[in-house]
């Protein structure tokens, strides 16, 4: 029997798992697989376990509260209907979405390019003055995505003199003087989850008494081990009796995380742990704002003799040559031989899929610089590789039949296209070894350098990062190739959530 008792006086303090309301009820699934709990106010009460869908019995319920017509205490009380006066002006669905925020938990479910982050900076604007002496938090997932946040309240807010700090991994220390100054003196934290998780939760720095709202973007994430989960679910943090918590907002184009199965399970499942209700705008409202995409599939063709026999012989010279390296122990790159082994397998991928001009460009950037660093001035072994490198420059195959990468083969005509009609293009990548070599082929196709690539912080500063986005956002090299390093501002479409995330993303007309 999976039925719990009430006769703790703790439970009557539990609050709701959605509007963090006082809870009246409390309800533990009977199911031996999944035995959950959950408590819930009379406005949010479920018949239905929200882990796993089982439908409670009587005997599964248990009711908190001893009187059970005392309505649950507003956490945030009620106000006239709230309104904001910035710029841009906000849509009528946005407003909706704002005046929901204001009277509960929500999560918002729109898709990307609709203005979730004005909704945002609305609720934000509204808490700030509200409650001035409190901060609010928002926490992203990716630090290049706690930049474009930041900068953008920073810009659209309308409170005056309100500061606002993008704060990850390594750019503030752990103690609590540092997080003391952090919010003496701004008003908005924008955190990656990691970071925010760890301060709220783990080291105490950020009570969440000292907040007004609490912003979860990109807020899908919100599964398994994610530093959002434990966050939302940390009970020293959200169950202590008297505490005022704050308002939560969530931000998603899609509640799904991985496969499109059981929506309504993964849905409620995401309700759950923010402690929200979903809520979607009307779809006829929305309509006339959508940006119109088409999308066709388009197959790789096999490479041709040419291009075959080319790979062949630049992959098995480049091979021969490192190898020489590592022949034994006395070989200036024996102890970083399966390092080279590595490299000369990810070269012909890129190979493979940049063609001859985007394999060229990766071997002479990045292998064999870092090759050469391991010589000591040793002058015999540098010029043998200066030799290869010269022999490869050398080759130039004019044939695109020879020099094409299934990826080149199909983005050439794409863009050349799209650049005739001076429009922005974006293409997107799994692959962070493919970013580089497949912007060095486009550049080469195009005849001038038009093209900046975009990888994660594994491979890429977050100085090159902010440079690479300047340029392209400010149409200086108006062609962009991308990892899904941006997470959600430039999602790779391998799921379901990301095809919704990047087919948003096409913010401007005709855009790709």
Known sequence: MASISSDSDCD?????????????????????????????????????????????EQEDMVELARDRAREPKELHSKAPAPVWTGTPAPREYQVQA??????????????TGLGKTLIAVMCIDYHLKRQPSKKVLMCVPTVQLAKQQASYIQATSTVSGIQVAD?????????????????????????????????????????????SLLILDECH?????????????EPRAWELPGLELPRVLGLTASYLNGRSTDFLGKRLRLEATLRSCLWCADEARLQQFRSQQTFETLSYREGSSQFLALRQRCCEELRVLLQAYTQNDQSPLWDCRQDIDRLIDKAERVFDQAGFHGWAAYVKSRILPAVTERFHQKLADSARVSEAEAAWDSLCPTSEAATSGKLASRLKPLVV???????????????????????????????????????????????GQQKALRAFAEGICPVMVATPALEEGYDAFYTAKSHIQGAGRARKKDGI
């Open 167 to 211: 704060v990850t991994g390594g750019t503030i220390a752990a103690t609590a003087d540092s997080w003391a100054k952090l919010l003496q003196g701004h008003q908005v934290i924008v955190a990656t989850g990691q970071l925010a998780m760890q301060a709220v939760t783990e080291w105490g720095f950020l009570p969440l008494e000292q907040l």
């Open 221 to 233: 994430h919100a599964v398994g081990s994610h530093p959002f989960v434990s966050l939302m679910q």
């Open 417 to 463: 296209e799209l650049q005739s009609r001076a429009q922005e293009v974006l293409v997107q990548l799994l692959k962070a070894d493919d970013a580089y070599p497949l912007a060095a082929t486009i550049n080469h196709y195009l005849g001038k350098s038009v093209t900046q690539y975009l990888s994660g912080v594994n491979s890429m500063s977050s100085a």
């Open 98 to 111: 704002f005046r929901q925020v204001c009277e509960q938990n929500t999560i918002v479910n729109m898709d």
């Open 12 to 56: 009557d303090e539990l609050q709701c798992f959605k509007c963090s309301a006082p809870a009246l009820h409390k309800a533990a699934c009977r199911r031996d697989r999944c035995r959950g709990s959950v408590a819930f106010c009379s406005r949010c009460a479920t018949a239905e376990c929200i882990f796993c869908g089982h439908r409670y």
